[in-house]
């Protein structure tokens, strides 16, 4: 039974069925990516403003945080700040006040010592004055004393030397008269116009002494002992004879040498008896003159001893009143050193304790200032610290929630983009499937004409260049890529 189609016409049918159902299939997997792509597009954008939007509120709130954080910060500061002010001016007044007391103390303790020095020094000098007014009176009766004693004695020695010069005085005076005169006799000394002067200058015999001491009697004898020896000549009858002559010249010279042995001795004698008391009245004068010698010497004794005694009392008395001179100096000098060392003592005690007051207030004061600051720095260094550790969590708070924001503005465009992505190849792949299926069709039309031709015994293809090139395989499809992004 045939209806009138022939089988090579229902295959073409088929197979046209099968392309224009590819088509279609395609046209609308592009179109449907493409409807996705462009979904994905605006709610990217969206997920865009939203998260600039995000972003603007974070910076908002970082902003009014950072701001308020500043007026905190400053409030804290300026508190800290006046409170400093308060507790240095409260410091320094209590610091000026322990000066102020220091110092006065210090004047009122140094005024006091030397008040106190003053009156020691004082009270030193007049013991110096009394002591020595009672030196120079003590000084002054004994010098008087001794010195009365002295006169005393000077003038009893006086008295006595008077009395023995006075004694020894004749004497002495005959001395002189009998030394004078023998000094004239010697010719050495004395008036030379005197009568004799020189006449027993020397011992020695000259014949102007012989002339001068010769006897009297011995020209008479001479001539008469010259006169028998004439007469005895004259008697032997030679009186000019050489005997004679010899013999009258032997008497001669005897005569003569017993003349001059006599005359020597009458002058040795004459010369002695002469000189000799004039020695004696010497020796007298020499021993009144060693007299008076004597009692000037004991004179000089008695004075000096007299003087001596009162030199050692005049000493012992002015040594005693250099001694209490020198104690009531060395009295003076102990108080006046005394007085001095104990008010330097007492003054450096009292600098010393102005000096540890004010030392010790300094040292307080620094120390308090020093925890003032302390203080004040370390809550100055809290409230920076606090500011920065606010200030850091609003940075991390604003750094989280711009993360946040730009997480989830990064995760939902690149899922938007991804889903996107997806839809345009879902696109190209349902249309690739249904070109794919149209074009397995059409093959399969085309296979199952050609076997139901050779069962049928015919050889005939449809047609030596297969499809009919007419036929648009495009039609109703658009094979070009969607915009993804509309």
């Not at 908002?60 to 400053?74: F, R």
């Not at 008295?159 to 005076?173: E, I, K, W």
């Not at 000089?300 to 001596?308: C, E, I, R, T």
């Not at 093959?443 to 030596?464: D, E, H, I, K, V």
Request: glycine share 16%; proline share 1%; net charge neutral.
């Amino acid at each position: 039974m045939t209806f009138g189609i022939s089988a090579t016409t229902a295959s073409l049918i088929g197979a046209a069925a099968t392309v224009g159902g590819a088509a279609i299939g395609a046209a609308a997997s592009g179109k449907a990516a493409r409807t996705q792509a462009n979904a994905a597009s605006e709610a990217q954008a969206q997920q865009l403003a939203m998260a600039q939007t995000a972003i603007e509120a974070q910076q908002d709130i970082l902003n009014k945080q950072l701001n308020a954080q500043n007026g905190i910060m400053n409030s804290q500061l300026k508190a800290q700040f006046d409170a400093l002010a308060q507790q240095k001016t409260a410091l320094e007044n209590a610091y000026r006040e322990q000066l102020n007391i220091a110092s006065q103390t210090r004047d009122q303790q140094l005024g006091v010592t030397q008040e106190t020095r003053d009156q020691q020094i004082a009270a030193a000098q007049a013991t110096r004055g009394e002591q020595f007014d009672f030196a120079r009176a003590n000084r002054d009766e004994i010098l008087n004393f001794a010195g009365g004693n002295r006169d005393a004695q000077l003038q009893l020695a006086q008295g006595v030397l008077d009395n023995q010069v006075g004694t020894y005085q004749p004497y002495n005076q005959a001395g002189l008269a009998g030394q004078n005169r023998l000094l004239e006799y010697l010719g050495i000394g004395g008036n030379a116009g005197s009568t004799g002067y020189g006449k027993y200058a020397t011992a020695e015999f000259t014949p102007e002494a012989f002339l001068a001491n010769k006897d009297p009697g011995y020209g008479f004898r001479m001539s008469e002992g010259l006169k028998a020896v004439d007469r005895q000549a004259a008697a032997r009858g030679g009186l000019i004879s050489g005997n004679a002559l010899k013999a009258s010249q032997t008497f001669g010279q005897d005569m003569a040498s017993q003349e001059y042995g006599n005359a020597f001795n009458r002058y040795q004698t004459a010369r002695a008896g002469t000189l000799s008391p004039l020695q004696s009245l010497q020796g007298v004068g020499f021993n009144a003159a060693t007299g008076i010698a004597n009692a000037y010497g004991q004179y000089g004794q008695a004075g000096s001893n007299a003087l001596n005694a009162y030199g050692n009392i005049g000493s012992g008395a002015l040594t005693n009143y250099g001694n209490i001179g020198a104690g009531a100096i060395g009295t003076l000098g102990s108080g006046t050193y005394n007085a001095l060392g104990t008010a330097g003592s007492a003054s450096l005690g009292a600098l010393g304790g102005y000096g540890s007051a004010a030392g010790g207030a300094t040292g307080a004061y620094g120390t308090n200032m020093a925890g003032v600051a302390g203080t004040y720095g370390s809550n100055v260094s809290n409230i920076y610290g606090a500011k920065g550790t606010q200030e850091q969590q609003a940075y991390n708070n604003y750094i989280n929630g711009l993360t946040g924001a730009l997480t989830g503005y990064g995760n939902a465009s690149t899922n938007l983009a991804t889903s996107g992505a997806n839809a345009t190849a879902s696109g190209y792949v349902g249309q690739a499937n249904a070109i794919n299926q149209g074009i397995s069709g059409v093959s399969n039309a085309y296979y199952q004409n050609q076997m139901l031709n050779l069962l049928r015994g015919r050889q005939t293809p449809m047609s030596t260049g297969g499809f009919d090139s007419s036929y648009d395989f495009n039609a109703g499809a658009n094979f070009t890529r969607p915009n993804t992004y509309g």
